[in-house]
């Protein structure tokens, strides 16, 4: 079983940062990919930003500049910090991590974490 539990989210002003953290556990022989999505109400849900297991990350046009990732391998944990916030970013927030179970494992694995409600207010 693999678990992702998010925090860090809350109601902000815009114009202020908030830190999410998504830590990670159970069996995973190799994390591919860890990432932030996010979903408003009525909208479909929407990649934020995402790093590879070689650090190499991207980002949504909405956030860029904006927005950073980071994973510290040794706490098997992942964070977005968001900075300049904007009403428009009021969403809840899911971590995401596509990994390899086992090195046997034939395909990979996709695994969300609960959401965090990060409402931004003008």
């Known amino acids: 079983q693999v678990q992702l539990v998010e925090s860090g989210g809350g109601l902000v002003q815009a114009g202020g940062s908030l830190r999410l953290s998504c830590a990670t556990s159970g069996s995973i022989f190799y994390t591919i990919t860890m990432g932030w999505y996010r979903q408003a109400p009525g909208k479909h849900r929407e990649l934020v930003a995402r790093v590879t297991s070689g650090d190499s990350s991207n980002y949504a046009d909405s956030v860029t500049g904006r927005f950073t990732i980071e994973k510290n391998n040794a706490k098997n944990t992942v964070y977005l910090q968001m900075n300049n916030l904007k009403p428009e970013d009021t969403a809840v927030y899911y971590c995401?991590?596509?990994?390899?179970?086992?090195?046997?494992?034939?395909?990979?694995?996709?695994?969300w974490g609960q959401g965090t409600q990060v409402p931004v207010s003008s």
């Open positions: 995401h991590a596509n990994v390899r179970r086992t090195a046997c494992a034939p395909t990979p694995s996709e695994h």
